[in-house]
């Protein structure tokens, strides 16, 4: 029989699926005819199919010997080494194929299906996009490149890929159930739009098409669960009916149940997670923070425990920084110090059972203890391996020691709220903490301050007697349920309160504590408010050279800038600086493109659609400036309030947390917290002229630069004589970059009033800058003016490093968690720390001004990237739940190319709100493989 004979029936042979005659056909072949390249084709395919992928791939090496041109060859072991997730192989030899093969549509199609399996998202696009160039009819193509640009939150493109598959004839035709994956994904983008009726309609359409594929009706129950949680819950069932064993279905069941308060009826779901997979992270989570809802504070533990054993390192990490600042520091700790410091040794009981059982492994010791616990196996000695597959109930933790911890977590976190004004939130702790300890009466009494801080003034009575029903001799809650009584003007059961007061040798103590209180009741709080600073001077015939405006923008600024898009936001009240909304809309603006990995890149050069608030300078005769001061490196300036002689707020040169975001529609103003005061400080006379520059956490370097200085210009651009102002009202001036940025604007040393030291006065003459722009959002003028009074003088030089990175391990929030190991892996690229809190000033100016790449974690060392010139690469390293965009809008100035790089996620979420009060101060914990590939895009 002829070579070409054998050939066809070892294809024959294949095709039958009979891969054994197939194989024994291809080595007759080969003993006569070395070199036949077919033989060696069809064997890889018979040992791939016969599960031998080490001698396919001999096969398809040994045609490339015998022709290294054959792009099928190259295909081929392209194909292979992707099944087997030997990416960088597989792209290889695809690429190859394509070099000479170009117009090869469905190698393009794999090579892209490769890249996205590597994160390459781009590179996938240009694949999905050169198969559909030479295939327009290949519904994969268009289905794969939508789930591309999902991933790149691109949206809209990926509405417009998916859209292409459904209207293709095969997708409306006998085919249609291939496609309806089509449906269940453009109803997902849909509802990342907010487009939600839209995506119901596509849901029910592919419903119509594949009535028993559960994912579309899980996904229904997803878009349905904010406005019809029963028609939800009913969707999530009939997914659960259709596949019993979907993990997703059931664990949204749950969270349904969860939302709606019904957390007897969550638990069970949860649970049924947990067994379809012990590693469900977030299933372990949620079942503990419903058995905490449900009062079960010994039973979540267990549950909180195995979630961190999961992914413990960014636990771990976290502990040794505490533990690291709390042996270098000797000073006495504030409550948010002492609720850190509870919070390690929550931590740390709460996955002791874990550490023990990994000691004991090192040490060799595996042994098993018999008899303890009714049969029940101890943790500590359990080896790891074995612990994902013990039984939540199995876990024996020390709980009272737990317990006792989260108390005092709760307790002091209550106090950081309280002493901050947050109130409403402190509430929520306390009442957390007596859960726990429901006889504590420290812990009633300081829930009822919390009540009667928010005028609640009856419960907050009823919570003090709990109090001293506990814990009689609790001297301060007599002189506080005084005081209430009081205020409510019920005298004679307020006297009552005193007398009892007399019995205890503290009155006097007592009295002491509360006089600066009681000595400024009797200052008016405001009576109303103006928007505008120009209305009340109208309203009041005040002649108009009390009142400069000030147009900053020129020319070329102008032509940066676009009336504000009119957003429709949701009626309710605006979050402030996390703003969920308002976070989206400005991310929106800058259009970044996720390309993979984490890695995003801002992508719009267009001008940023920002309307600058009105400038001016207005002078308020006699009016009073109430500025919170800094009492802690947490409690900072949290509000401004500029009050007219009428006793008038003036919103346009008045401030307070939580603040708002530019375009935002929903802040309301009148809601300012200095209408929620009982009493301000005492008010200190100033008899001259004060010029008001205090800004919201003024004492911060980015918005001291961005929010503070500005204002001095503005006083110099509205004609403002310095000689004439005699004093200048700043946050403080004891640091370093105040005295150097002062003294560089004009400002006398000896006329430089600290509002820290100062927080109420009233002068003869306010003179009020307007605040430059958003708070934290310096239009382009306030850039153009920092650069150019800052960067005078400085000289290109070579002495300093092209390449930096910006620790923040000195800090005491959003530092990288894993420093060390970014640190080492960014050397190998000649990065080179630095530590902006030891440099002076201008250092730090001249260091960012020659940096050619910058890395960083978010926070006030990017303020320098003002001083950066054109081109300069920043990479910003983020939390994944809180990406500022402060200097983004610099970098879209100066046309800096800005990457920003998202964290891991620590899922377990009410551990990480113990961790972290906010968003904003999350640590960060870098993927590694990630900053390799971040390192890679930007070109080093």
Excluded at 3 to 32: H, M, P, W
Excluded at 192 to 200: C, D, R, S, V
Excluded at 285 to 290: L, P
Excluded at 354 to 360: A, D, H, L, S, T
Aim: aromatic share 10%.
């Amino acid at each position: 029989m002829k070579i070409e004979e054998y050939i066809r029936q070892g294809k024959n042979y294949l095709t039958q699926g009979n891969v054994t005659g197939a194989i024994a056909i291809c080595q007759q072949v080969i003993e006569q005819q070395p070199d036949a390249i077919a033989a060696y084709m069809i064997l890889g395919e018979a040992l791939e199919a016969q599960g031998e992928p080490t001698g396919a791939r001999d096969a398809y090496v040994k045609v490339l010997e015998i022709d290294p041109q054959s792009a099928v060859a190259h295909a081929y072991l392209g194909q292979l080494y992707a099944e087997y997730w030997w990416l960088d192989e597989a792209a290889e030899h695809y690429q190859q194929a394509l070099a000479l093969k170009p117009e090869w549509s469905e190698v393009h199609y794999n090579l892209g299906n490769v890249f996205q399996k590597q994160g390459n998202l781009p590179g996938a696009v240009n694949s999905y996009r050169a198969a559909i160039a030479l295939s327009p009819n290949d519904p994969n193509a268009y289905y794969n490149l939508g789930v591309v640009f999902d991933r790149q939150s691109q949206w809209q493109a990926a509405v417009d890929s998916y859209s292409q598959v459904i209207a293709m004839p095969s997708a409306g035709g006998v085919n249609a159930p291939k496609y309806v994956k089509a449906y269940s994904n453009l109803g997902c983008t849909l509802v990342k739009q907010g487009k939600f009726e839209e995506a119901i309609a596509i849901y029910q359409k592919g419903i119509a098409i594949k009535p028993d594929w559960a994912t579309l009706h899980n996904n229904l129950g997803q878009v349905l669960l904010e406005q019809k949680p029963e028609d939800a819950i009913a969707a999530y069932r009939r997914a659960i009916e259709l596949e019993p064993e979907m993990e997703l279905a059931h664990y949204n069941l749950g969270k349904a149940w969860q939302m709606q308060g019904r957390h007897e009826q969550a638990v069970p779901y949860f649970q049924r997670v947990i067994e379809l997979n012990p590693n469900y992270v977030s299933a372990y989570t949620d079942c503990g923070f419903s058995l905490m809802a449900l009062g079960q504070i010994a039973e979540a533990m267990p549950y909180f425990h195995k979630a961190i054993d999961l992914k413990p390192e960014f636990v771990e990490a976290y502990c040794e920084l505490v533990e690291a600042r709390a042996i270098a520091s000797s000073q006495e700790q504030d409550q948010l110090q002492q609720a850190n410091a509870a919070c390690y040794l929550f931590l740390r009981s709460l996955m002791g059972a874990k550490e023990e059982g990994r000691r004991k492994k090192e040490e060799g010791r595996g042994k098993k203890e018999e008899g303890r616990g009714k049969g029940k196996k101890i943790i500590s000695e359990i080896k790891l391996e074995e612990q994902s597959q013990l039984p939540i109930t199995n876990y024996q933790l020390p709980i009272s020691e737990i317990c006792q911890h989260l108390t005092q977590t709760y307790l002091h976190l209550g106090n950081t709220l309280f002493e901050y004004g947050g109130y409403d939130r402190a509430e929520v702790y306390y009442q957390k903490a007596l859960q726990i300890q429901p006889n504590n009466a420290e812990l009633y009494w300081r829930l009822g301050n919390s009540l009667a801080k928010q005028r609640r003034h009856n419960a907050a009575i009823a919570v003090y007697h709990i109090a001293l029903a506990i814990q009689p001799e609790l001297t301060q809650v007599y002189f506080d349920l005084g005081n209430l009584l009081e205020k409510q003007q019920r005298y004679e059961s307020a006297i009552g309160y005193y007398e009892k007061v007399l019995n205890f040798q503290s009155l006097e103590r007592l009295v002491s504590e509360n006089i600066s209180g009681l000595n400024s009741l009797n200052m008016q709080q405001p009576k109303g408010i103006y928007l505008s600073t120009s209305d009340w001077m109208i309203a009041n015939q005040l002649d108009r050279s009390n009142y400069r405006e000030i147009i900053c923008e020129d020319v070329e600024d102008i032509a940066h800038q676009l009336p504000i898009t009119n957003y429709q936001l949701p009626k309710s009240d605006c979050g402030g600086l996390t703003c969920g909304p308002c976070l989206k809309r400005i991310s929106d603006w800058f259009e970044p493109v996720h390309l993979g990995w984490g890695v995003h890149v801002l992508s719009n050069s267009q001008p940023i659609p920002l309307e600058s608030p009105k400038t001016f300078v207005g002078l308020v005769p006699d009016g009073r400036a109430w500025i919170v001061p800094q009492k802690s490196y947490w409690l900072l300036c949290s509000a401004i309030a500029v009050i007219t002689p009428d006793n008038y707020l003036l919103a346009d040169i008045s401030r307070d947390y939580p603040n708002f975001l530019p375009g935002c529609q929903n802040h309301d103003p009148s809601k300012h917290s200095i209408f929620k005061l009982e009493s301000l400080p005492p008010l200190e006379q100033i008899d001259g002229t004060v010029a008001v520059l205090s800004g919201l956490s003024g004492n911060v370097y980015f918005h001291w630069m961005v929010d503070v200085l500005p204002r001095i210009e503005l006083l110099r651009r509205s004609g403002t004589d310095f000689d004439k102002i005699d004093w200048f009202l700043v946050n403080n001036f004891q640091q370093q970059f105040q005295l150097e940025t002062l003294k560089a604007l004009g400002v006398p040393a000896n006329k430089i009033l600290a509002s820290d030291d100062h927080p109420h006065i009233q002068a003869k003459q306010l003179i009020v800058p307007s605040f430059p722009g958003y708070l934290g959002w310096p239009p382009l003028w306030a850039v153009k003016f920092l650069r150019r009074v800052f960067l005078a003088g400085i000289t290109a030089l070579n002495s300093y490093p092209e390449r930096i990175y910006i620790s923040r391990n000195k800090a005491r929030y959003r530092r990288v968690l894993n420093e060390e190991e970014v640190m080492e892996e960014l050397s190998k690229f000649g990065f080179v720390r630095v530590f902006l809190e030891s440099m002076p000033l201008q250092e730090q100016i001249a260091l960012f001004f020659h940096a050619k790449i910058i890395v960083t974690p978010h926070g006030s060392g990017l303020t320098n990237t003002i001083f950066c010139q054109p081109g300069t690469k920043v990479m910003e390293l983020v939390s994944p739940h809180y990406v500022g965009h402060y200097y983004w809008g610099s970098s879209h100035y100066l046309n800096l190319d800005h990457y920003y790089l998202t964290g891991e996620v620590f899922e377990c979420y009410p551990i990480r709100e113990l961790m972290y009060q906010n968003s904003l101060t999350e640590d960060i914990m870098v993927n590694l493989s990630s900053l390799k590939k971040m390192i890679e895009i930007v070109g080093l």
